[in-house]
């Protein structure tokens, strides 16, 4: 049984490590903006390494191994990238510029993979009508693109997170 529980906890180690490598060599937009067919994808990759993770064995114990080897791993991840900034922005990278002073940075969008209506639409959401009146774009390290206008003092904030901090207060009453 101990060694069970030993092959289940490598074999998990090295499929996050892995799928965590995968992430940082195909890109970041895939993290904020999940379309139909990333979805898909995430489900489908799940799926296809659960096998690996645990191989046979499909008891409470070597689901409960698995779990807790990526939750312990996930926190030790956590902590060390807390604590060591070159292994943050390795893992992590750094935000990207895509816009600056209303110029597209084309060398920068082809790099992230991300297309001039992709770029276009991010800036629609943040109710700015064109490129010409956007300061700053960036996309950050969560994969959302954020923008700021009107010389440096406007943050806009995309009508999607608007949204949501509108329902947060509606469902607490306006209380704040």
């Known amino acids: 049984m101990i060694e069970s529980i030993l092959k289940i906890i490598a074999s998990t180690s090295i499929?996050?490590?892995?799928?965590?490598?995968?992430?940082?060599f195909f890109g970041r937009k895939e993290l904020a903006q999940l379309s139909t067919i990333d979805l898909v994808f995430i489900?489908?990759?799940s799926n296809s390494v659960q096998n690996a993770m645990v191989?046979?064995?499909s008891t409470v114990y070597g689901g409960i191994t698995a779990a807790t080897t990526l939750f312990v791993i996930n926190f030790i991840l956590k902590k060390v990238t807390f604590k060591n900034k070159k292994i943050n922005e390795f893992i992590q990278g750094n935000p990207i510029l895509l816009i600056y002073k209303g110029n597209v940075q084309d060398k920068n969008l082809n790099k992230c993979g991300?297309?001039?209506?992709?770029?276009?639409?991010?800036?629609?959401e943040h109710g700015v009508d064109s490129f010409l009146d956007v300061d700053l774009a960036m996309l950050e390290i969560d994969g959302n693109i954020s923008i700021?206008?009107?010389?440096?003092?406007?943050?806009t904030i995309s009508r999607k997170k608007i949204k949501r901090i509108v329902n947060k207060k509606w469902k607490r009453g306006f209380n704040e």
């Open 15 to 24: 499929i996050y490590i892995f799928i965590l490598v995968a992430l940082k």
């Open 43 to 45: 489900l489908l990759l």
């Open 55 to 57: 191989g046979t064995n």
């Open 114 to 124: 991300i297309s001039i209506g992709e770029l276009k639409e991010a800036v629609r």
């Open 148 to 155: 700021l206008s009107r010389n440096f003092h406007r943050k």
